[in-house]
Nanobody, 121 residues
Framework: QVQLVESGGGLVRAGGSLRLSCAASGRTFSSYAMGWFRQPLGTEREFVAE????????YYADSVKGRFTISRDSTKNVVYLQMNSLKPEDTAVYYC??????????????WGQGTQVTVSS
């Protein structure tokens, strides 16, 4: 079992920054791929960013490239999402996820409870 707890959401003005954190349980954290997803109100959940296992390759949605950075600290079992130059369209509930399978084509199988990010214009 993997438990994920997000924090760091809040209200920020357009152009501002926030850093989301996701604390993960489990002694094999470094072997999981970790991801961030978001769900704007009334829409489907969408991919934001992913960081692969200990090698740390990263992937981003086109909408956040150059503005968001995903990173992980395996000594603390935490994954971060640094969000800069925020836009009102970034407003959403942000979810942390873990993929315990070693295959990148498999789905993320553990999810956090989500944290609200609101960007005012």
């Amino acid at each position: 079992q993997v438990q994920l707890v997000e924090s760091g959401g809040g209200l920020v003005r357009a152009g501002g920054s926030l850093r989301l954190s996701c604390a993960a349980s489990g002694r094999t954290f470094s072997s999981y791929a970790m991801g961030w997803f978001r769900q704007p109100l009334g829409t489907e959940r969408e991919f934001v960013a992913e960081i692969r296992r200990s090698g740390g390759n990263t992937y981003y949605a086109d909408s956040v490239k150059g503005r968001f950075t995903i990173s992980r600290d395996s000594t603390k079992n935490v994954v971060y999402l640094q969000m800069n130059s925020l836009k009102p369209e970034d407003t959403a509930v942000y979810y942390c996820a873990a993929r315990t399978s070693p295959w990148s084509t498999d789905e993320f199988d553990y999810w956090g409870q989500g944290t609200q990010v609101t960007v005012s214009s």
